[in-house]
């Protein structure tokens, strides 16, 4: 009877309208692949082929009634355009995302420029400047929580296809690899043996081990950050990898509700351990450690699994404008309190990073679901912004090198004047000069390295457990809701 009601339903057209089986053959079709499939029956075939089921112990009629009678009730109701049905295509990518990459690299790029530019604040406004430049290190935060929507949300639609774990890596490894051991290469390598007599490279050099092992925050963890710190901020790319290495098994073996207890567990965790490190002195360590700043990586997790429930994250979207406005409340006082948002102050230290990792998680749903007319649509809609997101991670590598070959002494900086004793316009032009040669060194990098290792991409495609034949394909976008879950990652 079920069958019967099955090809009913085929005939009249009431079927998934993202794989539609077109009249009664290709719905059988369809059928036999369902029931080869392991979502179907619980079981864990070696193959997806329907030959594999033919060898299958007999099961009872009564159970697989039970689980084939929800395959035609999805068969036989029309799919609403709602998020939830969206699936990632790892071919496009969201603008939003992309703003939120470049406003994030703006403001480490701001923060590390503008606390190594080598100019002392003369008068109040120039303290005062640098009191807010200085402050975007909570960037790195935000890349966190990115990070972690947009891995888990990568790992949780491709959970249970073919080459999960082989696809996931030879990814991670294209899209990473070839600009950091290029920059390892350049200042491990090359620049030591160019400059034998400079202690800093020499230094680095020996340290070398920690870099080529994406280890660098255990060192900074037990012995601080080097006095050399051309790569000292490679420790936010070790957290990374490290989360890669470990967060794929635990997506694959635990079921919806166990990862977002999981990802609670780790919001709570980080910040208790961040305590401990911080009463026991151990302050570095709570800045660096892969498990103290888990908060961000599991706020992120936690908004990639909502986005795939029912309503997708336009449940929350209500939340999130109280959320930002209540946090971001809550920052600013720390800020004017404390004369800064310093990542060394304990508050920082401790509830701090949890308190930004509330706050980006709320800017990360209002870009994502706030209309284009809207003002948050509209900020998140910036070319700007995305233009800086597009290189982002170059941007991010080779940032911090090049403050190390004295930019300033090639600029016209005594020509620039002073405004009633302030050096704001020479910090300016410092600021911007930096950035401008950070941009160029990312587009030289994207063009020649990263562009050629990412079209290898095609040969590791993602796929689901419902399309394990082929990759995963978007769906399209229903008007003013969440956009598809898309991403170049």
Known sequence: MVVVEGLRAADRGLVDPQQPPRGRAEFVKFLWTQLGNVDTLGLVPDSCSPIFFLRRPRIPKAEAQRNIVPIFSRLSEPAAPGPELIEPSVSGHIPALDALRGLAIVLVMVGHFSHFDGMPPVVALDRMIKTIAVAGWVGVDLFF??????????????????????????????????????????????????????????????????????????????????????????????????????????????????????????????????????????????YVLTPARMDSLAVGAVLAIAARSPGGLTRITRLAQPTA????????????????????????????????????????????????????????????????????????????????????????????PTVFGSLLLKKAVFVTSAMAVSVVIAMISWHLCEKQFLKLKRFFPYQSPENRMGPVRPAPMPAFSSPPLVTSE
């Open 325 to 416: 406005a209540i946090v971001g409340a809550v920052l600013v006082t720390l800020f004017v309190w404390r004369g800064g948002l310093a990542p060394w102050d304990p508050l920082m230290e401790t509830i701090g990073h949890t308190l930004l990792a509330c706050f980006f998680g709320a800017v990360l749903v209002l870009a994502l679901t706030s209309p284009p007319k809207t003002f948050p649509g509209k900020i998140f809609d910036s070319s700007k912004l995305s233009f800086f997101g597009r290189y982002s991670y170059a941007l991010y590598v080779f940032h911090a090198p090049i403050l190390f070959f004295h930019l300033d002494r090639f600029l016209p900086l005594g020509l620039v």
């Open 145 to 286: 929580v990115l990070s972690g929507f947009l891995i888990t949300g990568i790992l949780y639609d491709s959970k249970g296809g073919r080459h999960y774990f082989r696809n996931f890596f030879a990814r991670r490894v294209l899209r990473i690899f070839p600009v950091y051991y290029a920059c390892l290469v350049v200042f491990l390598v090359v620049l030591p043996r160019l400059f034998p007599n400079d202690s800093g490279f020499q230094a680095i050099r020996s340290d070398g081990f920690w870099y080529w092992t994406y280890l660098t925050n255990l060192k900074i963890a037990k012995f601080g950050f080097p006095a050399f710190p051309v790569l000292g901020h490679f420790w936010s790319l070790a957290i990374e990898e490290q989360f890669y290495f470990v967060w794929p098994a635990v997506v694959l073996l635990s079921a919806r509700a166990d990862l977002i207890r999981i990802c609670l567990l780790c919001i709570v965790g980080s910040l208790v351990l961040r305590v401990a490190f911080v009463l026991g002195g151990y302050g570095d360590a709570a």
